[in-house]
């Protein structure tokens, strides 16, 4: 490939969200949980259409997998 055929990093970042926003509307117009991370609390919770949330889990490993594997050696 040459170089003008790549997309910048700032439009992959942008579509990415939008493809999120996207099916988070999806999921919501379907009444489907949608699974969403707290990384305040380090909950894990189902998010539902009329906004209920029902916690499922919590984190259980913290940092990267980069960093761990580094700890470990």
């Known amino acids: 490939m ?3 055929d790549y997309i910048p990093d700032e439009s ?5 969200n939008a493809a999120v926003a996207i099916e ?11 699974v969403v ?3 305040e609390t380090k909950l894990i919770y189902h ?3 009329d906004g209920t949330r029902v916690e499922i889990g919590k ?3 913290e940092g990267r ?6 700890q470990k050696t």
């Open 47 to 49: 998010v539902y259409g």
């Open 2 to 4: 040459r170089r003008e």
């Open 59 to 61: 984190r259980l490993r």
């Open 65 to 70: 997998f980069s960093e761990r594997t580094k």
């Open 24 to 34: 988070l509307e999806k999921k919501k117009a379907m009444d489907m949980p949608a």
């Open 37 to 39: 991370y707290d990384s």
């Open 12 to 16: 992959v970042v942008k579509r990415a």
